[in-house]
């Protein structure tokens, strides 16, 4: 079994028809296997290596060009993070205690935000190449990752929403889920003959009851975060 990268780390998914990054290539049992990261979807998945396709000009998105002389401003690009309760972990829950999604915001010259011109900038970076010309001053760049964060919490605020639904909804399951299990677990106790095995048994399911409902209260507290991942400056 051997790990390695292949030259080009950016490729074309067949599979997916989007560009890729390639994140590991496995070589497994006569096979090659590659991980890759899916910007568009933000998954990381595995794929065998024969579907992947240099990022060449017959197979590149259509949007992937050169951005227009007249798009010039400030870029950024944030993650958007619901931490769920104060534990990272529980013992007994089924929900996800992190999620998150990412927000590309762009403010022009004049300082108007213009979200489908931020995402066009996401997905050409995605294959293009940037080149930096220059590094802004302490001051600048102050300025300018002030202006883009305010901006990246008003264009945030849909997705935290949907995260937050997204969550919402997943604690209503888990309490379902949660309900009928431990109903079902005491009807299979009632059942036991021994009385001293049933009420061990009884004492225990409570006892894991109990932490499973304190556990699901706290995850119904959510902590919001908002990341920068990158900014610059685009002439």
């Known amino acids: 079994m051997k790990f390695s990268s292949i030259g080009q780390a950016w490729q074309y998914s067949t599979v997916h028809n989007s ?38 000009a017959d197979l590149q998105p259509q949007f992937v060009n050169e ?3 007249t798009v010039k401003g400030f870029w950024g690009l944030f993650e958007i993070r619901l931490q769920a309760g104060l534990q990272n972990k529980t013992q007994s829950l089924r929900i996800p205690m992190v999620r998150r999604g990412y927000v590309p915001v762009f403010l022009n010259e004049e300082g108007r935000l213009f979200l489908p011109t931020a995402r066009h900038i996401w997905d050409a970076l995605q ?15 102050i300025a300018a990752y002030t202006r883009l964060q305010e901006a990246a919490e008003q264009a945030g605020q849909e997705l935290f929403d949907s995260l937050q639904q997204a969550h919402t909804d997943s604690v209503t399951r888990e309490e ?33 009851e109990a932490q499973w409902r304190q556990e699901l209260q706290a995850v119904q507290q959510v902590v919001p975060e908002i990341r920068p991942l990158l900014m610059m400056k685009i002439l």
């Open 67 to 69: 951005l227009p002389s």
């Open 176 to 208: 379902e889920r949660g309900r009928i299990s431990f109903a079902s677990r005491r009807k299979a106790i009632e059942r036991v003959g021994l009385p001293e095995v049933r009420q061990y048994r009884m004492a225990r399911c409570d006892e894991q």
């Open 127 to 141: 294959t293009a190449k940037a080149k930096v010309q220059a590094t802004l001053g302490q001051d600048e760049s």
């Open 19 to 56: 560009a890729c990054k390639v994140i590991e290539e496995q070589a497994l049992w006569g096979r090659t296997v590659c991980r890759i990261w899916l910007p568009n979807q933000d998954a990381v998945v595995r794929l065998p290596r024969s579907v992947l396709r240099p990022l060449d």
